[in-house]
């Protein structure tokens, strides 16, 4: 079987995007895609190249991702879309996965009336909701798109037929869902070589996906949700070897994305827009940089162990709203107001001591919130983001997800199904009070994906940035957005500051050099540090004085790929 570098083909990819930044950009504006696989940020480039908006990038990049990164998202699942449109400004496409009709709040409870074990629901039917990136991919290409939908999944096509190398993260996750895949053979047959995870370097194709691709570009995004495939998804669930339950051709058909209005707030002399409900992303980072707004966080500086301290707390406060306020608008209260208003956040910020860790952290009430029990965790580890600026300005910050690593298990024409539906609460109660986030047909689970774009005083983008990693999402896309705005880094050195986040027994900071000293430094604060892997895929498009640059997470394999030269046609 043929076999490539992975080592030299990052290497080549570095090359080429070096190349085509070199070019003379006097007469055009230089074009950027960054994400968490190479070979993503090229299609997203090419697409650029051959005169395409970030939204037709941000689409060729979803179904790339869904070939080469397939723990991570995919047509499989869904996503949130922040899109800049230059000259008329800013919106966002829901695209989250909702809940078959089929759903009821007791979805998850075992015949003793308690939640079942999280890993015992993942995998199979019951977890499985109707994925919505192609309905996604769908608005944003008929709203901003200017290449043919065909043209958007050229790229996917040519390596689900020509082969794609599996790469070490892949292989790793390959070794360690081994055990997992026994009930699962369409993922075994896919991806395992003589009985077992394919090597690194193994090139492997994918030609049920290339098919339905194919089909896809011929017919448009009714294919997925009609016809052949919504049968393919509905059978896949309908008999999994493990949970089977019910998705119906009708729960497909009648699947919406949703545009609405961009969710934003100022921090300092910048605006900051992101994703509303059934996001918790941008209302929890927003809450979090309002509750510092007060504090001199550019003169204390990254290496100040006060500005962790401040970080901390606020992250503690605006983590306790999120659980207990957030969920599906349509479904119940969402104080969004009240959430993100600076008279509020400035009470919230009024907790904290500049000396000392407060230790409890209670909920506030926001204007216009309502008595409710908290939300359980989002889970969200199989979640990727990619950033796009073109030719003309446009940009898109996109986070997609297929919930845990492989989704489901399940598999429909090469593509995995996601688990998104244990996004929700378990019990569909607390303390004999509903949960905002409990499962309800049609209802689009809690999530904490954060893509976000930051305007500058002069009103320009001047960032757009995201990330995955579950509920650490939103610290992730924080500290980056400090370490820009605040501490003067360039995106590449803010996505590298240690990573920080928090459980029952304190707060977790990334174990590397950076993050062992500023656990040392804080500890006179009063906080108990475990030295924890945080990992996050981070990834951003910076306006800066040399034109657009992207940023990738140095955790992992991702990179941004730059064209400068001009679009054709």
């Known amino acids: 079987m043929a076999r490539h570098s992975w080592s030299m083909m990052k290497r080549l990819f570095a090359i080429s995007a070096l190349l085509c930044a070199s070019l003379p950009t006097l007469a055009m504006a230089q074009a950027v895609a960054s994400s968490a696989d190479p070979r993503a940020s090229e299609a997203g480039r090419q697409i650029l190249q051959e005169g395409g908006s970030a939204a037709d990038a941000a689409a060729a990049m979803v179904a790339v991702l869904t070939l080469v990164e397939p723990q991570s998202s995919g047509i499989g699942g869904g996503g949130f879309l922040v899109y800049h449109q230059q000259g008329k400004g800013i919106s966002t496409i829901d695209g989250r996965e909702t809940a078959p009709a089929a759903a009821k709040p007791d979805r998850f409870l075992g015949e003793d009336g308690k939640p079942r074990p999280f890993m015992d629901i993942v995998p ?35 390596l689900a037929e020509g082969g794609f190398e599996v790469t ?47 089909k896809l570009a011929a017919e448009g995004p009714d294919a997925f949700y009609r016809g052949d ?57 927003f809450g979090i940089l309002t509750m510092l707004e007060g504090y001199n966080l550019k003169a204390m500086g990254k290496d100040n162990a006060m500005s962790w301290h401040l970080l901390a707390e606020a992250m503690q406060l605006a983590y306790a709203d999120r659980d207990l306020y957030m969920g599906d608008a349509a479904f119940v209260n969402v104080p969004v107001r009240g959430l993100l208003d600076k008279s509020y956040l400035a009470g919230r910020a009024g907790l904290i001591s ?56 399940l598999m429909a024409n090469g593509y995995f199904l996601n688990n998104e539906m244990t996004d929700f609460d378990l019990s569909p109660t607390k303390d004999g009070a509903p949960s905002a986030n409990r499962i309800e047909a049609g209802k689009r689970p ?79 604060f009063g906080y108990a540090f475990t030295p924890s892997a945080l990992p996050s895929k981070l990834n951003a498009v910076e306006q800066t004085r040399a034109g657009w640059v992207g940023a990738a997470d140095p955790r992992g394999p991702g990179s941004a790929s730059v064209d400068g030269s001009p679009p054709q046609g």
């Open 124 to 158: 199979g039917g019951l977890s499985v909701g109707v994925p919505g990136n192609i309905r996604l991919m769908e608005m944003a290409h008929k709203n901003w798109g200017t290449l043919r939908w065909s043209q958007l999944l050229a790229p996917a096509i040519k």
């Open 168 to 214: 070490p993260v892949l292989h790793d996750w390959l070794v360690r869902f081994d055990k997992n895949w026994a009930d699962f053979p369409d993922a075994r047959a896919l991806y395992h070589v003589d009985g077992k995870p394919a090597p690194v370097g193994t090139i492997l194709k994918n030609p049920a996906y290339a098919a339905f691709l194919r």
């Open 229 to 285: 495939n919504a049968a393919a998804i509905s059978r896949a669930v309908a008999h999994a070897p493990r949970n089977p339950a019910e998705l119906t051709a009708a729960d497909l058909a009648s699947y919406q994305a949703k545009q609405q209005p961009a969710l934003c707030t100022t921090y300092r002399v910048y605006k900051l827009c992101g994703m509303g409900p059934p996001s918790s992303g941008a209302t929890t980072v």
């Open 354 to 409: 500049p000396y000392v860790r407060k230790g409890d952290y209670q909920p506030g009430t926001p204007p216009g919130a309502e008595a409710r029990s908290p939300s359980g965790p989002v889970q969200e580890q199989g979640t990727t983001h990619f950033a796009v600026v073109d030719h003309q300005g446009n940009v898109a910050s996109m986070t997609s997800t297929v919930e845990s690593i492989f989704g489901s298990q």
């Open 446 to 524: 809690l999530s904490s994906m954060a893509p976000t774009i930051v305007y500058g005083p002069d009103g320009k983008v001047i960032l757009a940035v995201g990330s995955a990693g579950g509920r650490r999402i939103i610290m992730h896309v924080t500290k980056t957005l400090i370490g820009v705005l605040d501490w003067d880094l360039s995106a590449q050195d803010a996505i590298a500051l240690p990573n920080i986040f928090f459980n029952k027994d304190g707060v977790l900071i990334e174990d590397n050099e950076d993050g062992r000293r500023i656990a040392a430094d804080m500890a006179p």
